[in-house]
């Protein structure tokens, strides 16, 4: 049987006590998010399970099949980081952002240090999640999204580009995971 020590703070004012079970049945620890805790299967599983828009699409469409079409928009050398971009919702769910910005400060803490760890665990440029391509793929997806999953909306949204021109066709769960670690595996062969 596997044991976990609970981890304490740099400060050592207190040990860390929240931390999230995960599929595969490891501690994770927000406050302190360690990059070898990182497994892809639990990221997989979880994105496959979290719906974006939290929920509010006509049918359900998740965070997984999500990151596989943003790496397919993104130009070869950022493909991986594509299909990572949201890879910390594994972990702080698909938080809509009006939320985060009424969060404030501490999820803006929480949810970049969580995207470092990604980073370090999978060999990827910290800054790589800010390239101008990657976000630029990230916000068609958005627009086609906005198209193909979304009721009418009240008031327009940001200007954004141009949707791609083929429509979402939202995968089960199950599926979307598949989709998700065949193509991490397919990106992570084509890695140096």
Not at 140 to 165: S, V
Request: charged share 25%.
């Amino acid at each position: 049987m596997t044991t976990f020590q609970i981890p304490a703070r740099e400060d050592n004012r207190r040990p860390i006590k929240g931390w999230i079970h995960t599929v595969g049945g490891r501690p994770f620890f927000p406050e302190r998010p360690n990059p070898m805790a990182l497994k892809i299967e639990d990221i997989a599983h979880a994105l496959a399970n979290l719906c974006r828009f939290t929920g509010h699409t006509k049918e359900f469409y998740s965070v997984a099949q999500h990151s596989v079409l943003v790496a397919e928009a993104c130009p070869a050398r950022l493909r991986l980081a594509g299909l990572l971009h949201d890879a910390s919702e594994a972990y702080t769910g698909d938080v809509a952002t009006p939320i985060k910005h009424l969060l404030g400060q501490r999820f803006a803490m929480i949810e970049p240090a969580v995207q470092e760890a990604i980073c370090t665990r999978f060999g990827l440029d910290s800054g790589v999640f800010d390239d101008d391509e990657l976000v630029e793929a990230d916000r068609r997806l958005l627009a086609t999204e906005k198209r193909d999953l979304m009721n009418k909306e009240p008031w327009p949204w940001h200007p954004m580009p141009e949707p791609l021109i083929d429509r979402i066709v939202p995968l089960t769960p199950g599926e979307a995971q598949g989709l998700f670690l065949n193509t991490w595996k397919k990106l992570k062969g084509t890695q140096p």
